[in-house]
């Protein structure tokens, strides 16, 4: 957990890792808390924004990323980043190209905030991520129902066939997932059951997200 404090006289922001498998619901989670705290001062980060450079590779060689694998990401600048905003500094985030397969000419500029929300399937995987987070939180949902929601997903909003989707998920996804992710829940402060729709779970990681805010603000 952060030590509390930056040396500039204001209190570190809070970093609330949500984690768990493809289809989770963990972005739901995410949003649910993001919901909670309209009059603050608070945003998200997606770790799937920081998907390597992969300009120096032929399209082809791009084609066989595999984007469930801990070495897609570069965790290093988000770690970076994550860095300078616990300094109060303002970062430009990369935007990804899934079409071209490699990070784009854009960023999106973000001013710091006293809540960040960081969301991801590889978050806790790495343990210099973990030392920066004040809360970490798994999302554990069945296998059954992370396909169908990937499916469902893939197929209405990436254009994807049936086939495809079930044939990435088998030779990919899932072994991806025993392999990487779901060994990380060990590391989790609270498993969050089915997602976004878990709403007593959402109303304590908000009760607690208050008593640190309110804290800090005596």
Do not use: C, W
Request: hydrophobic share 35%; net charge negative.
């Amino acid at each position: 957990m952060n030590e509390r404090g930056n040396g500039m006289g204001k209190k570190q922001p809070i970093i609330i890792g949500v984690t768990g498998g493809s289809g989770s619901g963990k972005t739901s989670v995410s949003r649910a808390i993001l919901d909670h705290f309209p009059n603050h001062s608070i945003m998200m980060l997606e770790h799937d924004s920081y998907y390597k450079d992969q300009s120096s590779l032929s399209f082809d060689e791009r084609l066989e990323t595999n984007y469930d694998h801990p070495l897609a990401f570069d965790t290093d600048l988000l770690i970076d980043h994550l860095e300078q905003l616990l300094a109060y500094q303002a970062i430009d985030i990369p935007v990804y190209d899934y079409v071209a397969h490699t990070r784009s000419d854009q960023v999106v500029h973000q001013e710091p905030k006293e809540v960040i929300i960081l969301e991801g399937i590889m978050i806790l995987e790495d343990e210099r991520l973990r030392n920066l987070m004040d809360i970490k939180i798994y999302v554990d949902t069945d296998d059954d129902i992370r396909i169908i929601r990937r499916i469902k997903r893939d197929m209405e909003e990436r254009g994807r066939t049936l086939d495809s989707v079930i044939h990435q998920y088998l030779s990919v996804v899932k072994p991806m997932y025993h392999q990487f992710i779901e060994p990380t829940k060990r590391y989790a402060d609270v498993i969050v059951p089915e997602g976004g729709k878990n709403h007593v779970a959402i109303d304590l990681i908000t009760t607690k997200v208050k008593t640190i805010l309110k804290a800090e603000a005596n």
